[in-house]
């Protein structure tokens, strides 16, 4: 069965530096991995994905994530933050198909002024 | 991406009643799906709603408990039943991405917010 950890519960950041959240997940095969962004009182809004190719994949808002199959992680990265970053995000994994998604537990990001 | 709208957006409700949420898409989808996430938590799979067919459920959630339909492509329902303040959540539907997207991504409605009294 495929899990998501995403260890980082809360974190705080200060607008304009630099975000890393992590993501790790357990598949036993090729994953389809994402990231989804959820706004205070709103719902999932994909912020990008990775089915295969390129490691490094980009996403909306300035997002990045990168996948490791050695360390078996998708981390999300942004080099600057905005205060309109705060928000619950949720990493997933998919095993391919029109199948359902298996979700991490959050990270909730606060940004400081 | 799909547009997905959910009805109520959000509903308090009293202790042994019963809601029913609805979904509808803008594009016709073989499959839908009913997530929860209960509060501080992640979203859990409760089922998934294939037209045509009988909704198939995860591991701890029963139809008795979470009655589906799916009368067409575009259209599904999720009933809370007896509710009690534990079913307290957002309820979520989602769709797999249709045509040029890619099938294995997931599109979400807004979620439904459900307070229990």
């Known amino acids: 069965a495929q899990s998501v950890t995403q260890p980082d519960i809360h974190i705080t950041v200060s607008e304009g530096a630099s975000l890393e959240l992590r993501c790790n997940y357990s598949?036993?095969?090729?994953?389809?991995l994402f990231w989804y962004v959820q706004s205070p009182g709103q719902g999932l809004q994909l912020l990008l994905k990775?089915?295969?190719?390129?490691?490094l994949v980009q996403g909306i808002k300035g997002f990045e994530a990168e996948f490791k199959r050695s360390q078996s992680s998708f981390n999300l990265r942004k080099p600057s933050v905005h205060w309109s970053d705060a928000a619950e995000y949720f990493c997933?994994?998919?095993?391919?198909?029109?199948?359902?998604?298996?979700f991490g537990s959050g990270t909730r990001l606060q940004v400081q002024p | 991406s799909a547009v997905i709208s959910q009805k109520p957006s959000r509903d308090i409700c009293q202790r042994g009643t019963s809601l029913t949420i609805q979904c509808q898409v803008d594009?016709?989808?073989?499959?839908m799906f009913w997530y929860r996430q209960q509060p501080g938590q992640s979203l859990t799979l409760i089922a998934t709603?294939?037209?045509?067919?009988?909704?198939?459920?995860e591991s701890g959630f029963v139809i008795d408990k979470f009655p589906i339909s799916r009368p067409n492509l575009t259209f599904s329902t999720l009933t809370v039943s007896n509710m009690s303040p534990e079913d307290s959540s957002i309820y979520l539907c989602?769709?797999?991405?249709?045509?040029?997207?890619?099938?294995?991504?997931?599109?979400f409605g807004p979620g439904t917010r459900l307070l229990v009294l």
């Open positions: 997933a994994v998919g095993a391919g198909g029109r199948r359902a998604l298996t």
């Open positions: 990775y089915f295969s190719g390129d490691t």
């Open positions: 709603a294939n037209q045509g067919s009988e909704a198939t459920y």
């Open positions: 594009s016709q989808v073989t499959m």
């Open positions: 989602s769709v797999p991405g249709q045509g040029a997207m890619r099938q294995e991504t997931q599109y």
């Open positions: 598949y036993g095969a090729t994953p389809y």
